[in-house]
C-alpha cells in the first residue's frame, strides 16, 4: 500500500521469522515476526517487525539487520529502538500508542507521549490521521478513560489539554498497527533527515 507519494509498505513473504529477544516489559521470550517492507524510491529499503512474543506480549518495531546500509545517524539510531507495544484494550481489539517521534539536538530519536489532539495533528497530519481512523473498526481516543480527558475529534482538535493517544482496531486487523507504527514512529525521522518532503502527501 502506499502510504505517502513515493512510500510504500507491503507484507513480505508470509514465512515468520523467529527470534529470541527481550520484550516491551524487559522479559526474554522468543517471538515469531511478521516483516513488512518499508520501501522510499532512491533509498534502502526498512524493515518493520511486528513480533508476537511466546509469553502473549507483542510490539512493532524498526528491524536492525546484521548490515545495516550507509543512512543518516537519526534513522540508523531508530533500529530496534523505540518500540511500539500492542496490548488489548477490549474482547477483539487492540491498541496501540501514538507517540510521534522527533530528533533531539544529538540526532537521537525521542518519542512525546503527551500532546493536544491539535498538536499530534500537526506532527503526524490531520489528513493522514483522518486516513488511519477511516479503516474498519479503526478509531483515535485517549489512551486511558478518565472523566477529565476532552473527546479526541479530528474535525475539532482541542489543543488545551495534553494526553496520550492511543488507535484502537481490530484484533483480526495486522496491517494497522504497521501503519499506525510507520506513520508515527518512522515518517517524521524520514522528514527530519530529508528523505521525505515536509510536505509529502
Not at 488489548?88 to 489532539?117: K, N, Q
Request: include cysteine.
Amino acid at each position: 500500500m502506499r502510504l505517502l507519494n513515493d512510500l510504500t509498505l507491503a507484507r513480505s513473504s508470509g514465512k515468520r521469522i523467529d527470534k529470541t529477544g527481550r520484550t516491551c516489559s524487559g522479559e526474554m521470550s522468543r517471538a515469531s515476526a511478521v516483516e513488512w517492507d518499508l520501501c522510499l524510491s532512491g533509498q534502502p529499503p526498512l524493515t518493520v517487525h511486528d513480533n508476537h512474543w511466546v509469553n502473549g506480549e507483542r510490539d512493532v518495531v524498526l528491524f536492525k539487520p546484521t548490515v545495516v546500509p550507509e543512512m543518516p545517524a537519526a534513522l540508523s539510531n531508530l533500529h530496534n529502538r523505540l518500540r511500539s507495544g500492542i496490548s488489548a484494550s477490549a474482547p477483539g481489539e487492540l491498541r496501540i500508542m501514538v507517540f510521534p517521534t522527533y530528533v533531539d539536538t544529538h540526532g537521537r530519536p525521542r518519542i512525546r507521549r503527551s500532546l493536544t489532539t491539535a498538536e499530534l495533528a500537526d506532527a503526524v497530519g490531520l489528513r493522514h490521521l483522518g486516513e488511519l481512523v477511516s479503516r474498519e473498526g479503526v478509531r483515535l481516543e485517549a489512551a486511558f478513560d478518565r472523566p477529565d480527558l476532552p473527546p479526541v475529534d479530528l474535525y475539532d482538535p482541542q489543543h488545551e489539554k495534553p494526553l496520550q493517544h492511543a488507535v484502537f482496531f481490530p484484533a483480526a486487523d495486522e496491517e494497522t498497527p504497521v501503519v499506525a507504527f510507520a506513520r508515527f514512529r518512522i515518517v517524521p525521522v524520514l522528514r527530519h533527515i530529508g528523505w521525505l518532503s515536509p510536505d509529502a502527501g
